[in-house]
Each structure stands twice: as structure tokens, then as C-alpha cells.
């Protein structure tokens, strides 16, 4: 199942379809592919990549969150997990300049903001009043799976308008997923979304994994997620592990068995830099893709790589470790090994902790340093 994610990436880098793009938000170039889909048998092994360690730990803690409807990073932070740091300070920096928290809001990515980046984070670890105030994503993943907006009609004496009362719970759309499917098994409309029009605007960040389809037949579950935002080299590999843990979760709610995880993508890609950087792989894409697509999984790789290193201009400053085809190029020319097994305790969705996650047989090749493009 590894592989799959090692063919997909290939792909992504000599597919005829492939093309650069400029990312006008993040300033980053990206070598992008839309539209893929993957199938992982989660009866064959639990899908986490070995062609580079990942943290298991942090996909528990991140989906633990998630399936709570939490959407405030303190949980996050104290537990050991960054990866929405840089969403929530952004997220809450204009608010927070505005109320003398900051001097002023700085220029993303610049040494101030940086500082600044690990007060907050330090500040949020410590300070449960301020985490409480300025920790919020907004209505993200959580917030939608567990506590979708729902309105009531509510009596105003002497309003001739109709009103509407916002319900604090709103709608748990896992626990009536779930229910539904008790009761009727083999229907096809289960779908679970984290993308409301109506509140996208107020989230830290859009959400990438958009919507998931749920299947059930003679006592096996399926789960299709479609995904419209792929960061191939540091967030898939991570939604692949989380969505299977989410499959396995739900499965174990049902007493059926966790079969089928359907990976569904929209644009995927890997980020190639900023500036001059950006600009080589724009202007030898062709060659890049020429190379890559007469390569063997693994054993032509390091040539590639040797070439790419060798043409490439440096990063620019404060655009480090943002070029991520150098780290797929050395993670293809790394062989998988054998698939770990995890184990989640049956209990309810919504009290599991990380003591209930247990990973065996995971040997990994080595970590591969990158930094996120946001």
C-alpha cells in the first residue's frame, strides 16, 4: 500500500497532465496533477509510510480533536502537536494586534514574526485564559463533523419578522451517520462534510479534506474521502493515516469490519520553493518529467536527485526546507517495508484518548526535514 503513495508521486512529477503553478497566497511555486484516486485494503496493514518515519502519535492526538468537535489548538500544543500552529497565530494576529497584544502585525515569515510566532505558542501552553481567547481556529473540521450550524424558529413578542435562535450543539453529523446506518445499512447517503459556504470564510484555513462518503455491505465498511488540496509530500501522507484510523473507528462503532479507505484527489501537488528556485523547476519541468518517467521505483532516483541539487539555485531566506520534490526524489529511491498493525480500542468515538492507539511493527527509513508552504 505504500507503493501506491511512491507510483502516485511519480506521477505527479512526469504525468503529461502535471504542470507548474504560482501559488499567489503562499508565493511558493508547486508541480501540481488534478484528479487521482488511491484504494488502501486496511485488512493488508495499517497504510503509515516507511519510506520515511511519521509521527503516529500526532495523527492520533489531531483526530481525537477532530472527532471531539474541538477547534481550539491548546489541546494540540499541549500535547506535542505543531501542525496548526502557523494557521491559529495568523489566524488571530490581526485580532490580537488590535487589542495591544502585538505592537504591530508583522510581515509573514519575517524574523518579528517568527519571535512573535513562539510567544504565542508559549503563551498558549501556559496561559489557559489566553488560549481560551486567542487559541480558536474558527468553525474548522471539528466544529462542522460534530456541531454543524443548526437554527430554530423562535417566538418574538411584537417582532413581525421571523427570527432564529442558533442551537449550541448544532448537528452531529457522526452520531447521525452512525444511527442512520444502523438502521439502514445499505443506503448510499452517507456523507460527512467539513465544507460549509457559510462559514468557510471564518476558518484558520479552507478545508482540504472536503467530504467523506461512507459504504457498508455484509458486515464491511468502505470510506471515500475526497480531498481538494494535496500537499503530496507532508499532508498526504498524514490524511492517509488519519482517514484510516477514522475508518477503522467508525467500523468498530458498527461491529463491521474496516475494508476499504478511498483516497479521492483533487489538485495534488509538491511544492518546489520561492523565487529563483521556484523559477528552475518552472523552466526544466519537461526534463524533470522525462527523467522521472523512464526511472524504476527506486534505483534511478539518486541520479535525479543529483541532478536537481546540482542546477537548482539555494532557497530563499526565510523560504527553507519549502522545496519538497528534493525530499520525494530521496524518498523514491527508498525501498518499503513491511506494514505496521494498529490496534484503536472499541469505545465510543468521542472518549478515546491516545492510550488507545496502539502501533506495533513499525520500522520506518529515516525522517525527512520539511517545512510547511503557508
Given at each position: 500500500?505504500?507503493?501506491?503513495?511512491?507510483?502516485?508521486?511519480?506521477?505527479?512529477?512526469?504525468?503529461?497532465?502535471?504542470?507548474?503553478?504560482?501559488?499567489?497566497?503562499?508565493?511558493?511555486?508547486?508541480?501540481?496533477?488534478?484528479?487521482?484516486?488511491?484504494?488502501?485494503?486496511l485488512?493488508?496493514?495499517?497504510?503509515?509510510?516507511?519510506?520515511?518515519?511519521?509521527?503516529?502519535?500526532?495523527?492520533?492526538h489531531?483526530?481525537?480533536?477532530?472527532?471531539?468537535?474541538?477547534?481550539?489548538i491548546?489541546?494540540?500544543?499541549?500535547?506535542?502537536?505543531?501542525?496548526?500552529?502557523?494557521?491559529?497565530?495568523?489566524?488571530?494576529?490581526?485580532?490580537?494586534?488590535?487589542?495591544?497584544?502585538?505592537?504591530?502585525?508583522?510581515?509573514?515569515?519575517?524574523?518579528?514574526?517568527?519571535?512573535?510566532?513562539e510567544?504565542?505558542?508559549?503563551?498558549?501552553?501556559?496561559?489557559?485564559?489566553?488560549?481560551?481567547?486567542?487559541?480558536d481556529?474558527?468553525?474548522?473540521y471539528?466544529?462542522?463533523?460534530?456541531?454543524?450550524?443548526?437554527?430554530?424558529?423562535?417566538?418574538?413578542?411584537?417582532?413581525?419578522?421571523?427570527?432564529?435562535?442558533?442551537?449550541?450543539?448544532?448537528?452531529?453529523?457522526?452520531?447521525?451517520?452512525?444511527?442512520?446506518?444502523?438502521?439502514?445499512?445499505?443506503?448510499?447517503?452517507?456523507?460527512i462534510?467539513a465544507?460549509?459556504?457559510?462559514?468557510?470564510?471564518?476558518?484558520?484555513?479552507?478545508?482540504?479534506?472536503?467530504?467523506?462518503?461512507?459504504?457498508?455491505?455484509?458486515?464491511?465498511?468502505?470510506?471515500?474521502?475526497?480531498?481538494?488540496?494535496?500537499?503530496?509530500?507532508?499532508?498526504?501522507?498524514?490524511?492517509?493515516?488519519?482517514?484510516?484510523?477514522?475508518?477503522?473507528?467508525?467500523?468498530?462503532?458498527?461491529?463491521?469490519?474496516?475494508?476499504?479507505?478511498?483516497?479521492?484527489?483533487?489538485?495534488?501537488?509538491?511544492?518546489?520553493?520561492?523565487?529563483?528556485?521556484?523559477?528552475?523547476?518552472?523552466?526544466?519541468?519537461?526534463?524533470?518529467?522525462?527523467?522521472?518517467?523512464?526511472?524504476?521505483?527506486y534505483?534511478?532516483?539518486?541520479?535525479?536527485?543529483?541532478?536537481?541539487?546540482?542546477?537548482?539555485?539555494?532557497?530563499?531566506?526565510?523560504?527553507?526546507?519549502?522545496?519538497?520534490?528534493?525530499?520525494?526524489?530521496?524518498?523514491?529511491?527508498?525501498?518499503?517495508?513491511?506494514?505496521?498493525?494498529?490496534?484503536?480500542?472499541?469505545?465510543?468515538?468521542?472518549?478515546?484518548?491516545?492510550d488507545?492507539?496502539?502501533?506495533?511493527?513499525?520500522?520506518?527509513?529515516?525522517?525527512?526535514?520539511?517545512?510547511?508552504a503557508?
Open positions: 500500500m505504500v507503493k501506491q503513495y511512491l507510483v502516485h508521486s511519480k506521477a505527479i512529477l512526469s504525468s503529461e497532465f502535471s504542470e507548474y503553478k504560482d501559488n499567489k497566497r503562499t508565493g511558493i511555486g508547486h508541480i501540481s496533477l488534478f484528479g487521482y484516486q488511491n484504494r488502501y485494503d485488512r493488508g496493514g495499517f497504510p503509515l509510510l516507511t519510506t520515511k518515519k511519521i509521527r503516529m502519535e500526532s495523527i492520533a489531531e483526530l481525537i480533536w477532530f472527532l471531539r468537535g474541538e477547534t481550539n491548546k489541546y494540540l500544543i499541549d500535547n506535542g502537536v505543531p501542525i496548526w500552529n502557523d494557521n491559529a497565530f495568523d489566524h488571530n494576529l490581526e485580532a490580537m494586534t488590535n487589542a495591544g497584544v502585538f505592537s504591530s502585525a508583522f510581515k509573514k515569515h519575517s524574523p518579528e514574526w517568527f519571535a512573535a510566532k510567544e504565542y505558542i508559549q503563551r498558549i501552553r501556559e496561559d489557559s485564559e489566553f488560549a481560551n481567547k486567542w487559541g481556529l474558527g468553525p474548522v471539528g466544529s462542522q463533523w460534530v456541531h454543524w450550524p443548526k437554527f430554530t424558529q423562535i417566538e418574538a413578542e411584537g417582532e413581525k419578522r421571523i427570527l432564529y435562535e442558533r442551537d449550541q450543539n448544532g448537528i452531529n453529523q457522526i452520531a447521525i451517520t452512525l444511527d442512520a446506518i444502523r438502521k439502514n445499512p445499505t443506503a448510499k447517503r452517507y456523507v462534510s465544507w460549509n459556504p457559510n462559514e468557510v470564510g471564518d476558518m484558520a484555513l479552507p478545508p482540504c479534506h472536503t467530504l467523506f462518503h461512507i459504504v457498508t455491505n455484509e458486515g464491511n465498511l468502505d470510506l471515500q474521502l475526497y480531498q481538494r488540496s494535496c500537499d503530496m509530500f507532508l499532508g498526504v501522507p498524514f490524511n492517509i493515516a488519519s482517514y484510516a484510523m477514522l475508518t477503522t473507528i467508525l467500523a468498530q462503532q458498527l461491529d463491521m469490519t474496516p475494508r476499504h479507505f478511498i483516497h479521492t484527489f483533487g489538485d495534488v501537488h509538491f511544492y518546489c520553493g520561492a523565487g529563483e528556485r521556484a523559477f528552475w523547476y518552472k523552466n526544466n519541468l519537461g526534463e524533470l518529467k522525462r527523467r522521472v518517467g523512464n526511472a524504476n521505483i534505483e534511478d532516483y539518486p541520479e535525479i536527485l543529483n541532478w536537481v541539487e546540482k542546477g537548482v539555485p539555494p532557497e530563499l531566506k526565510g523560504k527553507e526546507l519549502q522545496d519538497h520534490v528534493t525530499a520525494i526524489l530521496k524518498q523514491l529511491s527508498r525501498e518499503p517495508r513491511s506494514l505496521p498493525t494498529l490496534k484503536i480500542s472499541d469505545k465510543p468515538y468521542n472518549e478515546l484518548t491516545i488507545d492507539f496502539t502501533l506495533k511493527g513499525y520500522d520506518p527509513h529515516p525522517f525527512i526535514k520539511r517545512a510547511m503557508v
